[in-house]
């Protein structure tokens, strides 16, 4: 793939050909290379979404399926339990990201394509089809010894280095711990969670900035920053610009939109390009009645599958979109959804799998946008302290 140096300095998502967890299998006949990657996704499915990438072994050109003889340029069939697209057009990398978006773990064919990561299954029948393309292996991370052998070959022990680091299964006697392996790096390549508070509105119905309203003894911006910090690596306060900026205690860490006119779908899609491979989880500045136990309850049931962990909102079964947990996966889709001219974060969750919790009691998500909503508050925040 050729560069152009001429580009922004933008931090780029750590993804490999196909996504971010992604391993090669290598070295072992196609039909045992489908076979181990149909028992490893069989395991992990439940819990993970889980893909395959493989070539067809065949050298002969075969015909092209249904209307791609006619020299259509794409076909999508809406089969009655999964979809089909075929595409009568090399897939570039570019284009396998995103089919791949979300993915939690690929396992790809080595024989045909290529991975950040290897899984090298040491085979004597194919000792002379794995030192050929021993420069693949750049970044190994577990043997598999098939039965006709019990060590690793002369020139992957003089090649990989650290070959003593990497771990060794049997291929057929320890698919378990095969499993077990794949999961483990699963869970430890679990994105990092970071916080952002929305606080960049132009509170135009409420007539005074909302993040800067007194609920809990300080600034409500700085009353959620400093709760989010018991849930996320690093938070983040949103504003719109360097205006708002100004305003802000700089104490706490900001985000300044770079999306900008888009109101809080602008301000994710920020958090995302400032940190890509973070997990977001996002509250808005007006939810005054979000506390612990909301947020215990948000993140307890996080889950990575899925492009984000809402709750139902409190007046229909849609998802409240400015208290949700955002996971890597959602950056392409938002973006996507931007391509066709949407700036509604709740339209990206409905029309997409997502993780969705049932409404917290007691009106917890009640917005506070206009002087009656903020009245309403205040009195039951009155009658709570006084009940106490």
């Given at each position: 793939?050729?560069?152009?140096?001429?580009?922004?300095?933008?931090?780029?998502?750590?993804?490999?050909?196909?996504?971010?967890?992604?391993?090669?299998?290598?070295?072992?006949?196609?039909?045992?290379?489908?076979?181990?990657?149909?028992?490893?996704?069989?395991?992990?499915?439940?819990?993970?979404?889980?893909?395959?990438?493989?070539?067809?072994?065949?050298?002969?050109?075969?015909?092209?399926?249904?209307?791609?003889?006619?020299?259509?340029?794409?076909?999508?069939?809406?089969?009655?339990?999964?979809?089909?697209?075929?595409?009568?057009?090399?897939?570039?990398v570019f284009k396998q990201r995103e089919l791949f978006n979300n993915a939690d773990l690929v396992l790809v064919n080595g024989n045909h394509q290529?991975?950040?990561?290897?899984?090298?299954?040491?085979?004597?029948?194919?000792?002379?089809?794995?030192?050929?393309?021993?420069?693949?292996?750049?970044?190994?991370?577990?043997?598999?010894?098939?039965?006709?052998?019990?060590?690793?070959?002369?020139?992957?022990?003089?090649?990989?280095?650290?070959?003593?680091?990497?771990?060794?299964?049997?291929?057929?006697?320890?698919?378990?711990?095969?499993?077990?392996?794949?999961?483990?790096?699963?869970?430890?390549?679990?994105?990092?969670?970071?916080?952002?508070?929305?606080?960049?509105?132009?509170?135009?119905?409420?007539?005074?900035?909302?993040?800067?309203?007194?609920?809990?003894?300080?600034?409500?911006?700085?009353?959620?920053?400093?709760?989010?910090?018991?849930?996320?690596?690093?938070?983040?306060?949103?504003?719109?610009?360097?205006?708002?900026?100004?305003?802000?205690?700089?104490?706490?860490?900001?985000l300044t939109d770079t999306f900008t006119g888009l109101g809080p779908f602008g301000a994710i899609l920020t958090a995302f390009r400032h940190q890509?491979?973070?997990?977001?989880?996002?509250?808005?500045?007006?939810?005054?009645?979000?506390?612990?136990?909301?947020?215990?309850?948000?993140?307890?049931?996080?889950?990575?599958?899925?492009?984000?962990?809402?709750?139902?909102?409190?007046?229909?079964?849609?998802?409240?979109?400015?208290?949700?947990?955002?996971?890597?996966?959602?950056?392409?889709?938002?973006?996507?959804?931007?391509?066709?001219?949407?700036?509604?974060?709740?339209?990206?969750?409905?029309?997409?799998?997502?993780?969705?919790?049932?409404?917290?009691?007691?009106?917890?998500?009640?917005?506070?946008?206009?002087?009656?909503?903020?009245?309403?508050?205040?009195?039951?925040?009155?009658?709570?302290?006084?009940?106490?």
């Amino acid at each position: 793939m050729n560069e152009n140096k001429n580009h922004a300095a933008i931090t780029r998502p750590l993804i490999g050909n196909f996504a971010r967890n992604e391993w090669s299998i290598v070295g072992g006949p196609c039909t045992v290379i489908k076979f181990l990657a149909g028992q490893i996704i069989k395991a992990l499915s439940p819990k993970y979404k889980c893909a395959y990438a493989d070539s067809s072994h065949s050298d002969d050109i075969t015909q092209l399926p249904g209307r791609l003889a006619d020299n259509a340029y794409l076909e999508y069939t809406d089969q009655i339990n999964y979809s089909q697209l075929n595409y009568n057009e090399p897939l570039t990398v570019f284009k396998q990201r995103e089919l791949f978006n979300n993915a939690d773990l690929v396992l790809v064919n080595g024989n045909h394509q290529q991975a950040k990561a290897q899984v090298v299954i040491v085979d004597l029948n194919k000792r002379a089809s794995l030192q050929k393309r021993v420069q693949e292996l750049t970044n190994v991370q577990l043997f598999l010894l098939a039965d006709n052998t019990d060590d690793l070959f002369d020139f992957i022990k003089e090649y990989i280095t650290n070959w003593q680091e990497i771990p060794v299964m049997r291929l057929n006697d320890d698919v378990p711990a095969i499993v077990s392996f794949f999961e483990s790096k699963l869970k430890d390549t679990k994105p990092v969670l970071n916080g952002l508070v929305l606080a960049g509105g132009k509170s135009e119905r409420m007539g005074v900035d909302k993040g800067a309203i007194n609920w809990h003894g300080k600034e409500q911006r700085y009353f959620m920053a400093d709760m989010l910090t018991s849930y996320c690596n690093e938070v983040y306060i949103s504003c719109r610009d360097e205006a708002q900026l100004s305003q802000i205690d700089t104490a706490y860490q900001t985000l300044t939109d770079t999306f900008t006119g888009l109101g809080p779908f602008g301000a994710i899609l920020t958090a995302f390009r400032h940190q890509p491979d973070s997990a977001w989880l996002v509250v808005a500045c007006d939810l005054p009645l979000v506390d612990k136990q909301i947020l215990d309850s948000l993140t307890n049931n996080r889950n990575t599958a899925y492009m984000a962990t809402a709750f139902k909102s409190n007046y229909n079964d849609f998802p409240e979109p400015l208290i949700t947990i955002y996971e890597t996966k959602s950056y392409l889709t938002l973006l996507q959804f931007l391509r066709q001219g949407y700036s509604c974060p709740r339209k990206a969750l409905i029309n997409n799998e997502i993780n969705l919790l049932p409404t917290p009691a007691n009106d917890a998500l009640a917005n506070v946008n206009t002087p009656e909503d903020k009245e309403r508050i205040r009195q039951y925040f009155t009658i709570k302290n006084n009940a106490s």
